[in-house]
């Protein structure tokens, strides 16, 4: 079984930069393909950006796209999301997913039924 564990969130003015984590344990996340999503206040959970294990290719929301960088370290089992220009429109729990099949397109990457494996979640605030 995979656990993933968020953490980095906090609450920042706009304009700020934060740094998510997601640390895995139970399973080598090398080949697991990995995402965020956020779910904001009365809203639906969406999509942030995901990054390939076969070729490390990356993957962003619009709202995300240019400020804004996931990578990963499969030595460490994490992954890693550079948030930055933040807005108050970011405000939202971040969540980390993560799934071992192969996805080789975006459509693929942006659909949460396409991970199996969630964690709970990390707040991020932005205030105006």
């Known amino acids: 079984q995979v656990q993933l564990v968020e953490s980095g969130g906090g609450l920042v003015q706009a304009g700020a930069s934060l740094k998510l984590s997601c640390t895995a344990s139970g399973r080598t996340m090398s080949n697991y393909a990995m995402g965020w999503f956020r779910q904001a206040p009365g809203k639906e959970r969406e999509f942030v950006a995901a990054i390939s294990w076969a070729d490390d290719n990356t993957y962003y929301a619009d709202s995300m796209k240019g400020r804004s960088a996931v990578s990963r370290d499969n030595a460490r089992n994490a992954m890693y999301l550079q948030m930055n220009s933040l807005k108050p429109e970011d405000t939202a729990v971040y969540y980390c997913?993560?799934?071992?099949?192969?996805?080789?397109?975006?459509?693929?990457?942006?659909?949460?039924?396409?991970?199996?494996?969630w964690g709970q979640g990390t707040q991020v605030t932005v205030s105006s």
């Open positions: 997913a993560a799934d071992p099949r192969y996805y080789s397109g975006r459509y693929q990457f942006i659909r949460e039924e396409s991970y199996a494996f």
